[in-house]
């Protein structure tokens, strides 16, 4: 490959947030992940990964949640494209634009989708035209979300979460996202996690059947009985205010609540349109939470502007 079918014009790609429905966390491995069993599901809140050719890596950000995200070569995006390039044999470079919308050290994994976006703006920018799973083995090396931002909808997730399988689901959840002040860090949700089970059996984690069955069904309060996070209780121990924010979403209608993914966001399942925005008014107006967001699921993985991933 040789890149002369490098675009000149900007490649826009837009790559959804996820939220874990069911986060099964098993023993520390002896790389220091945990094995998963996991399903995601992709919800409506967007970043816009924006690249174009450059002479060297170029990183700019906008959006309504920048805070804490590094504007230099450490962004995640910058390391995806670089990876890919390298991996392609390229010596292309490019500047990536990030319009960020998805919560910032919030567990909905944000950083990962930029660099499911950038894979993807990258692949086309430089005319690589590889398919979505050989993008995939790139981003498993970076972070074990990213394989499934590619992907999207509704997935189980297995490994330490980069190994992705489509799960049937029927019809579409409503949601809303209780923000926190700050973030947590993943590594030390996961420390307090491995910190509180010490000297219990920790089984090799499977996915629910109840919510697999639930989800082809279609049928949300079924899906709502089988919502589970094993990371809960760790970022409640590193957050306690989360314990309040979800009884409090409870008393207002939601159906469930969990932590999402490592924290500190909390997510809400609520029967429909009208519930979530009752339940958004509700949180923000009594004070309990300081902003929140509404999304649908599930929704694609990272889109090109205007088609599919590549
Ligand atoms: O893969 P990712 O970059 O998202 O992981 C961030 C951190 O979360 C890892 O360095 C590790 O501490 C923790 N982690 C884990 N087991 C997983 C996924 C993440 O311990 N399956």
Same mark, same amino acid.
């Given at each position: 490959m040789t890149g002369s079918t490098t675009r000149t014009t900007a490649v826009h790609v837009r790559v959804p947030a996820k939220v874990n429905l069911e986060l099964r966390v098993g023993p520390p491995r002896a790389d220091g992940f945990h094995s998963l069993a996991t399903?995601?599901?992709?919800?409506?809140?967007?970043?816009?990964?924006?690249?174009?050719?450059?002479e060297d890596w170029q990183i700019?950000?906008?959006?309504?949640?920048?805070?804490?995200?590094p504007a230099d070569a450490g962004n995640l995006a910058v390391r995806a494209a670089a990876a890919l390039a390298e991996a392609a044999g390229i010596r292309q470079r490019a500047a990536i634009r990030l319009t960020k919308e998805i919560p910032v050290a919030?567990?909905?994994?944000?950083?990962?989708?930029?660099?499911?976006?950038?894979?993807?703006g990258c692949n086309r920018l430089w005319g690589l035209d590889w398919p979505l799973d050989r993008l995939a083995s790139i981003a498993?090396?970076?972070?074990s979300d990213i394989p499934f931002l590619l992907h999207?909808?509704?997935a189980l997730g297995s %490994? =330490?979460?980069?190994?992705?399988?489509?799960?049937? !689901?029927k019809g579409t959840y409503h949601w809303v996202f209780a923000l926190a002040d700050g973030g947590l860090s993943t590594p030390a949700v996961y420390a307090e996690c491995d910190r509180l089970r010490a000297g219990t059996h920790v089984p090799e984690p499977r996915p629910s059947v109840g919510l697999l069955g639930a989800l082809r069904s279609g049928d949300v309060l079924d899906v709502a009985e089988c919502l589970g996070n094993d990371l809960e209780p760790a970022a409640i121990s590193l957050a306690p205010k989360l314990g309040d924010v979800i009884e409090e979403g409870l008393s207002y209608g939601a159906l469930a609540a969990l932590v999402s993914g490592s924290g500190p966001t909390v997510a809400f399942l609520v029967a %429909? =349109?009208?519930?979530?925005?009752?339940?958004?008014? !509700?949180?923000?107006?009594?004070?309990?939470?300081?902003d929140v967001r509404r999304a649908t699921g599930p929704v694609p993985g990272a889109q090109l502007d205007g088609g599919a991933a590549s």
């Open positions: 399903i995601y599901q992709a919800v409506s809140l967007f970043d816009t990964v924006s690249v174009t050719p450059a700019t950000l906008s959006g309504r949640t920048t805070e804490g995200v919030g567990g909905m994994a944000g950083g990962s989708a930029d660099a499911a976006g950038a894979l993807v498993a090396e970076l972070g999207g909808g509704t %490994g =330490r979460g980069e190994q992705v399988v489509p799960v049937l !689901a %429909g =349109r009208e519930a979530a925005i009752d339940l958004s008014v !509700a949180l923000v107006s009594t004070g309990v939470v300081r």
